[in-house]
């Protein structure tokens, strides 16, 4: 092939394939008529050296036998089996460009074999060839194809449409890695095919409760964006708590203080009585308004009726509802629970107070660490002098000595002054004194009544009164020649105390000196022994005196009188039945 001849363009290319047309239509029409004119210049196919077989077949001219050849093919695709021709029978390029024409002899032994139908064959054939002529670049080789690029810049054909370019290795090497990614490619779906056909041979059977059209929720997890809060909401939120904490405590207060008074009880009940001025309805209605509704004339004479069988009651008016009364709530509180404070030991409030201490430190430590606070200076004593200050404490010993001692001096003064800061004054230790002995009676008061002999020793009587107003206790010393009592009220703490006093450390027997002498010489009348009784103890809902009395009665029955102006007429009574019992079996 000529290297500088020029291609053929596409409309010689069709000129070529009409004037074969015309040819083929030429001898086809000779071949009816029955003469074949020889082809100018056709050589015997003896002539040129080639078996008449081999160089055009007759009966149908069919394509030279072609020998398969194994030739590997664009990297990763594989070995593939392509036809190639011999090598005696590759056209050349002139003669893939000019229709090869049947002989005189192949054209007249067609009618023998097939006739019209093996020229239609070879007409094909001829068309076939001319196709791949376009698509060959077999005249010009070595010459590229001229670019044709749009105004976008891409690669076009001769049509104008956008050609796909595929960029292929040149190189041994990235052939062989083109050919490892293509054969990994290749595992990998053959991998993944597997495993789909396992899957759905393992997949169970289908459910008929199962709709395909409702899309399954993905397994994998979606990340979330971000979702910022306007500004100002949380110090809004906080203000709120606040008001509602401020609230809850204000309420708190003030139901302790109603609480106290009494006032709730109070308030409940003038909202429960009626207001002066308001005129209440107490007449007697002639028809009760749930009698009314079954009771057609809404008179009584209907049930008469009834009974003499002339009228009835409206039975169509009675139903099966029932109508409930409207809930009262009660006028005072309901019970709460009780919760018992939990009491440490001593060994569990020491472990509490070093815990507290530690966790101080520790937040301290954190603080000089973040230099929010700073670092105290180092606590130097005469015993640790020369280990804290090393060489400086060489340098000048009698100038480091004064430094250390008047720091020491300040350590003892800040101590002092902290301790006589949190020490109370007079009058705030007598208050904290009274606060601790008066108790809160809010909830009930305790009493002891307590039986004695003779009050009539005045050591005896000073003891009662002084310990009772010291305890801050309410109550009464009821005194008379043959039964004296002692009603104490006040809390559970002072009556502990009290009660001790009366009952173990006061010695009842002990008289005047100035009557003992007296009584010395006289020893026919025996002696009563004084002693002091508890008699009952128990709870009151409030006490019943304003403060400690001593009442000296010269009779029974003004001494009842004086109690009973009280309302605790009961407790001589009980002292005295009580008193009359241990008489008789002393007695006995």
């Given at each position: 092939m000529e290297p500088n001849k020029p291609r053929p363009a596409v409309q010689d290319i069709k000129a070529m394939m009409e004037q074969a047309k015309r040819q083929i239509e030429e001898r086809m029409r000779m071949v009816r008529q029955g003469a074949v004119p020889p082809a100018a210049g056709a050589v015997p196919p003896t002539a040129a050296g080639v078996p008449p077989r081999a160089a055009m077949p007759p009966a149908g001219f069919p394509p030279v036998p072609l020998q398969p050849v194994v030739r590997p093919t664009l990297p990763g695709a594989g070995l593939v089996s392509r036809p190639l021709l011999p090598t005696a029978q590759i056209p050349s390029a002139a003669a893939a460009v000019r229709p090869v024409l049947p002989t005189t002899a192949a054209v007249a032994a067609a009618p023998a074999a097939g006739g019209i139908q093996d020229i239609a064959s070879f007409s094909a054939s001829i068309q076939a060839r001319l196709a791949n002529l376009k698509r060959k670049d077999g005249d010009q080789p070595d010459k590229p194809m001229p670019l044709l690029l749009d105004e976008e810049g891409r690669v076009v054909d001769a049509t104008g449409k956008v050609v796909k370019m595929q960029l292929r290795a040149e190189l041994k090497a990235n052939q062989r890695v083109d050919l490892v990614g293509a054969l990994a490619n290749k595992a990998h779906v053959l991998e993944k095919a597997a495993r789909e056909e396992a899957a759905a041979a393992a997949a169970p059977a289908v459910d008929p409760a199962f709709d395909e059209r409702i899309a399954a929720r993905s397994g994998e997890r979606t990340r979330r964006g971000f979702r910022f809060h306007e500004k100002g909401r949380f110090q809004s939120l906080a203000e709120k708590q606040r008001l509602?904490?401020?609230?809850?405590?204000?309420?708190?207060?003030?139901?302790?203080?109603?609480?106290?008074?009494?006032?709730?009880?109070?308030?409940?009940?003038?909202?429960?009585?009626?207001?002066?001025?308001?005129e209440l309805d107490t007449s007697v209605p002639d028809v009760e308004w749930w009698d009314a509704a079954i009771l057609p004339s809404r008179s009584y004479d209907d049930l008469d009726k009834m009974v003499e069988g002339s009228g009835g009651i409206a039975l169509r008016n009675i139903t099966q509802l029932v109508e409930h009364p409207i809930p009262i709530?009660?006028?005072?509180?309901?019970?709460?629970?009780?919760?018992?404070?939990?009491?440490?030991?001593?060994?569990?409030?020491?472990?509490?107070?070093?815990?507290?201490?530690?966790?101080?430190?520790k937040e301290k430590?954190?603080?000089?660490?973040?230099?929010?606070?700073?670092?105290?200076?180092?606590?130097?004593?005469?015993?640790?002098?020369?280990?804290?200050?090393?060489?400086?404490?060489?340098?000048?010993?009698?100038?480091?000595?004064?430094?250390?001692?008047?720091?020491?001096?300040?350590?003892?003064?800040?101590?002092?002054?902290?301790?006589?800061?949190?020490?109370?004054?007079?009058?705030?230790?007598?208050?904290?004194?009274?606060?601790?002995?008066?108790?809160?009676?809010?909830?009930?008061?305790?009493?002891?009544?307590?039986?004695?002999?003779?009050?009539?020793?005045?050591?005896?009587?000073?003891?009662?009164?002084?310990?009772?107003?010291?305890?801050?206790?309410?109550?009464?010393?009821?005194?008379?020649?043959?039964?004296?009592?002692?009603?104490?009220?006040?809390?559970?703490?002072?009556?502990?105390?009290?009660?001790?006093?009366?009952?173990?450390?006061?010695?009842?027997?002990?008289?005047?000196e100035e009557k003992a002498e007296k009584e010395d010489g006289d020893d026919s009348e025996p002696k009563k022994e004084n002693k002091c009784e508890l008699v009952w103890e128990g709870l009151v809902k409030k006490p019943a005196f304003q403060h400690f009395e001593m009442k000296h009665c010269r009779t029974e029955a003004y001494a009842r009188e004086y109690l009973n102006q009280k309302n605790v007429a009961h407790y001589w009574d009980l002292a005295l039945s009580e008193a009359v019992v241990a008489y008789d079996s002393d007695k006995d």
């Open positions: 509602k904490e401020r609230m809850a405590l204000l309420e708190a207060e003030i139901a302790a203080a109603t609480k106290n008074t009494n006032l709730s009880s109070i308030v409940k009940v003038a909202l429960a009585v009626p207001k002066k001025g308001v709530e009660p006028l005072s509180d309901p019970n709460k629970p009780v919760v018992l404070p939990v009491m440490l030991t001593k060994k569990e409030r020491k472990k509490m107070r070093a815990q507290r201490r530690k966790a101080e430190e430590m954190e603080k000089i660490r973040l230099n929010l606070i700073p670092a105290p200076a180092p606590k130097v004593k005469m015993s640790n002098l020369m280990r804290v200050l090393g060489m400086e404490a060489v340098q000048d010993p009698t100038q480091i000595e004064a430094v250390v001692k008047a720091q020491m001096a300040a350590r003892q003064k800040q101590h002092e002054d902290a301790n006589s800061k949190r020490k109370l004054s007079k009058e705030e230790r007598r208050e904290k004194k009274i606060a601790k002995l008066k108790e809160d009676l809010s909830e009930g008061a305790r009493v002891c009544l307590f039986r004695v002999g003779s009050l009539k020793n005045a050591q005896h009587k000073y003891k009662v009164n002084v310990n009772a107003n010291e305890l801050y206790l309410t109550g009464a010393a009821v005194m008379h020649d043959d039964l004296s009592i002692i009603i104490a009220e006040g809390g559970p703490r002072a009556m502990k105390h009290y009660k001790n006093l009366l009952l173990r450390r006061i010695k009842w027997n002990v008289e005047d």
